[in-house]
């Protein structure tokens, strides 16, 4: 691995902050970021790598590598939960099995704008195609999850179809505000775009600093509960990331030769969500427990993303 870019990672400020977090609760400090404060910063966060992306995909106009990056992106969300849900059913049972699978096989936003942040130190640009990609990415993992979940529980309980579990699951804030940012950023006029370019670009990084902070007090306070199911959460919570990443980074190739596009499918492969799917499976899985899928994407697989796996992902995307 390049050292000089694993440093880079570590010594950024984004990242530092992210470890005060952590720093910050295991200090049991009475620091803390106001509720509305961070739902606000998390929608600022989504607002802007969305609107970017969009404004970028009405630039570059839709390619035949733009409808190859959505098919391959479809079958990653659709593979990633497919295979997990069998590697995990006869220890967690199907509810659980289905939450973490779906999870898994969904994207996290936050680390998508991480990546963003990195490859922008890196001076690596990558297309604004890859935003719509991570929208795309959310129905097909959820689909599979349910769909795999409903298939092996041997006990019906009153649930949500599977329609009405997709539909609540697009519509979630998140996902809503990110995809009506994208669409946003295509239809806008270039020239009227300028004005809130100040807001979406040149305070991007203090917000995401913050935001981190507090997903490192977070971080800190959930990881815990990989260890209630034992061990094997937590290999999978680390060992699951490395592998769709790494697998991911080095096929990518073959749907495109831009770098920063094949790390984008990486990270985006080797993120979980944390977010739109555990807010989905209040409606589709309420047997299943937040207390294993929420510390697993949370507490294990965002920080060895964000710290080991993307200076891993850009090397494997430059190598190959």
Same mark, same amino acid.
């Given at each position: 691995?390049?050292?000089?870019?694993? $440093? &880079?990672?570590?010594?950024?400020?984004? !990242?530092? +902050?992210? *470890? =005060?977090?952590? @720093?910050?609760?295991?200090?049991?400090?009475?620091?803390?970021?106001?509720?509305?404060?961070?739902?606000?910063?998390?929608?600022?966060?989504?607002?802007?790598?969305?609107?970017?992306?969009?404004?970028?995909?009405?630039?570059?106009?839709?390619?035949?590598?733009?409808?190859?990056?959505?098919?391959?992106?479809?079958? $990653? &969300?659709?593979?990633?939960?497919?295979? !997990?849900? +069998?590697? *995990? =059913?006869?220890? @967690?049972?199907?509810?659980?099995?289905?939450?973490?699978?779906?999870?898994?096989?969904?994207?996290?936003?936050?680390?998508?704008?991480?990546?963003?942040?990195?490859?922008?130190?890196?001076?690596?640009?990558?297309?604004?195609?890859?935003?719509?990609?991570?929208?795309?990415?959310?129905?097909?993992?959820?689909?599979?999850?349910?769909?795999?979940?409903?298939?092996?529980?041997?006990?019906?309980?009153?649930?949500?179809?599977?329609?009405?579990?997709?539909?609540?699951?697009?519509?979630?804030?998140?996902?809503?505000?990110?995809?009506?940012?994208?669409?946003?950023?295509?239809?806008?006029?270039?020239?009227?775009?300028?004005?809130?370019?100040?807001?979406?670009?040149?305070?991007?990084?203090?917000?995401?600093?913050?935001?981190?902070?507090?997903?490192?007090?977070?971080?800190?306070?959930?990881?815990?509960?990989?260890?209630?199911?034992?061990?094997?959460?937590?290999?999978?919570?680390?060992?699951?990331?490395?592998?769709?990443?790494?697998?991911?980074?080095?096929?990518?190739?073959?749907?495109?030769?831009?770098?920063?596009?094949?790390?984008?499918?990486?990270?985006?492969?080797?993120?979980?969500?944390?977010?739109?799917?555990?807010?989905?499976?209040?409606?589709?899985?309420?047997?299943?427990?937040?207390?294993?899928?929420?510390?697993?994407?949370?507490?294990?697989?965002?920080?060895?993303?964000?710290?080991?796996?993307?200076?891993?992902?850009?090397?494997?995307?430059?190598?190959?």
């Amino acid at each position: 691995m390049n050292t000089d870019i694993l $440093i &880079s990672n570590i010594t950024n400020p984004t !990242l530092l +902050f992210f *470890l =005060l977090g952590i @720093f910050a609760s295991l200090v049991k400090s009475d620091l803390e970021i106001p509720a509305p404060s961070v739902k606000f910063i998390s929608l600022y966060l989504l607002f802007s790598i969305g609107f970017k992306g969009g404004q970028e995909l009405a630039h570059s106009g839709i390619n035949q590598e733009i409808i190859n990056s959505l098919l391959f992106a479809s079958v $990653i &969300s659709a593979v990633i939960p497919f295979y !997990l849900f +069998f590697i *995990l =059913l006869k220890k @967690f049972g199907p509810s659980n099995a289905g939450a973490v699978a779906a999870a898994y096989g969904s994207v996290s936003a936050v680390t998508f704008v991480s990546a963003a942040n990195f490859l922008d130190a890196s001076q690596i640009p990558f297309g604004g195609h890859m935003v719509a990609v991570m929208a795309f990415m959310e129905a097909p993992a959820i689909i599979v999850g349910v769909s795999l979940m409903k298939r092996y529980q041997k006990q019906t309980t009153q649930q949500e179809s599977l329609g009405s579990v997709v539909f609540h699951a697009l519509t979630n804030g998140s996902v809503l505000m990110i995809v009506g940012s994208l669409v946003i950023g295509i239809i806008a006029d270039t020239k009227q775009a300028e004005g809130i370019k100040p807001f979406t670009n040149d305070i991007f990084k203090g917000f995401l600093a913050i935001f981190l902070l507090e997903m490192g007090m977070i971080t800190a306070k959930r990881i815990k509960g990989c260890f209630d199911y034992g061990k094997m959460s937590f290999l999978v919570a680390l060992l699951v990331p490395l592998i769709n990443g790494v697998v991911v980074a080095y096929a990518s190739q073959w749907v495109t030769e831009d770098v920063g596009n094949r790390f984008m499918f990486a990270i985006l492969a080797a993120s979980a969500s944390y977010i739109a799917v555990p807010a989905t499976m209040r409606l589709a899985a309420p047997d299943a427990d937040p207390g294993l899928y929420i510390p697993m994407a949370l507490g294990v697989s965002f920080p060895f993303n964000i710290t080991l796996g993307m200076p891993l992902y850009l090397m494997i995307a430059q190598m190959t």
